[in-house]
């Protein structure tokens, strides 16, 4: 199974800032889903990010919001902008396993908005 | 539109009993489903998955599934339920090729009780 490492693991940010999130992968991988946990929710697809190409976004998020950058097979960043206290969320990065069709998690970010 | 269903938002059970989390799914085609698991403050842990073949599937830490065509289901069950057991569970499906996300389930908290 791939191995996946997100930073920062937790982070308070203040109202009107803005986070990038990091996923680095262990193993090469196509496609990466970033999901959202907002507290008590299940998780919600914010996007999916294809190297070399303009991510994906799921209805009710915009790029301006969470702008997405994939430069290579084993990196992506996703970065919340502006932040509000609504988006005090976990953020979680994702990745196929190219042979099993399993999906495997990051650990997540933690983030609380002030 | 795929879609997952999971019907209890809570499921107690007493230690060494067995305990069933209910799924079920809608989804042209032939799904892949999965089960995940979120211990407090955890990312999603992948439990197991059905592709393709025999219809009961067995995964991590004793936990198996039945994948029920007919009736659209994917029951996560467990012959005799631990307190270590307690957790959120999550199922989820995603159309059956590679590079697609999962659609989740709302999750069920499942407490087992000594």
């Known amino acids: 199974s791939a191995v996946i490492s997100q930073k920062p693991s937790r982070d308070i940010c203040q109202r009107g800032t803005s986070l990038t999130i990091q996923c680095q992968v262990d193993?090469?991988?196509?496609?990466m889903f970033w999901y959202r946990q907002q507290p008590g929710q299940s998780l919600t697809l914010i996007a999916t990010?294809?190297?070399?190409?303009?991510?994906?976004?799921e209805s009710g998020f915009v790029i301006d919001k969470f702008p997405i950058s994939r430069p290579n097979l084993t990196f992506s960043t996703l970065t919340v902008s502006n932040m509000s206290p609504e988006d005090s969320s976990i953020y979680l990065c994702?990745?196929?396993?190219?042979?099993?069709?399993?999906?495997?998690f990051g650990e997540g970010s933690w983030l609380t908005v002030v | 539109a795929q879609s997952v269903a999971q019907p209890e938002d809570q499921v107690n059970v007493a230690e060494g009993n067995p305990l069933t989390v209910k799924c079920t799914y809608s989804?042209?085609?032939?799904?892949?489903l999965f089960w995940y698991v979120q211990y407090p403050n955890r990312g999603l842990q992948f439990l197991l998955k059905y592709i393709t073949g025999d219809n009961l599937v067995k995964g991590s830490y004793g936990f198996e599934a039945e994948f029920n065509k007919s009736q659209t289901s994917f029951h996560l069950k467990k012959p005799s339920a631990l307190v270590s057991d307690s957790a959120l569970y999550f199922c989820a499906v995603r159309w059956n090729s590679g590079n697609t996300p999962l659609v989740f389930g709302k999750g069920t908290r499942l407490s087992v009780i000594a």
């Open positions: 990010a294809n190297q070399g190409s303009e991510a994906t976004y």
């Open positions: 994702s990745v196929e396993d190219r042979v099993g069709y399993t999906i495997y």
């Open positions: 193993s090469q991988v196509t496609m």
């Open positions: 989804v042209s085609g032939n799904p892949y």
